[in-house]
């Protein structure tokens, strides 16, 4: 994504893994706290692990923020 970005000559400003703990959600249902998206206690302690050791491989979306 920084890639292409900067091929449309934006500034990458920003790049940050984020949402661990619906990685988990999607991974599994005993992470569901409910079936609109919503993760459990074990889901939010397991994905603040993930977000602290391996942010980039654990994140199930990645937020850019560039500018043109």
Same mark, same amino acid.
């Given at each position: 994504?920084?890639e292409? +970005? @900067?091929? $449309?000559? %934006? *500034?990458?400003l +920003?790049?940050?893994?984020?949402?661990h703990s619906f990685?988990?959600?999607?991974?599994?249902?005993? %992470? =569901?706290?409910?079936?609109?998206?919503?993760?459990? %206690?074990l889901a939010?302690?397991v $994905? /603040?692990? +993930?977000? *602290? /050791?391996?942010? /980039?491989e654990? $994140?199930? =979306? +990645?937020? %850019?923020v560039? @500018?043109k």
């Amino acid at each position: 994504m920084r890639e292409i +970005l @900067q091929k $449309a000559e %934006f *500034k990458v400003l +920003l790049e940050k893994p984020v949402s661990h703990s619906f990685s988990l959600y999607m991974l599994c249902e005993c %992470f =569901h706290a409910d079936s609109s998206g919503k993760t459990n %206690f074990l889901a939010e302690w397991v $994905a /603040w692990i +993930l977000k *602290k /050791w391996v942010p /980039w491989e654990s $994140a199930n =979306h +990645l937020m %850019f923020v560039g @500018q043109k």
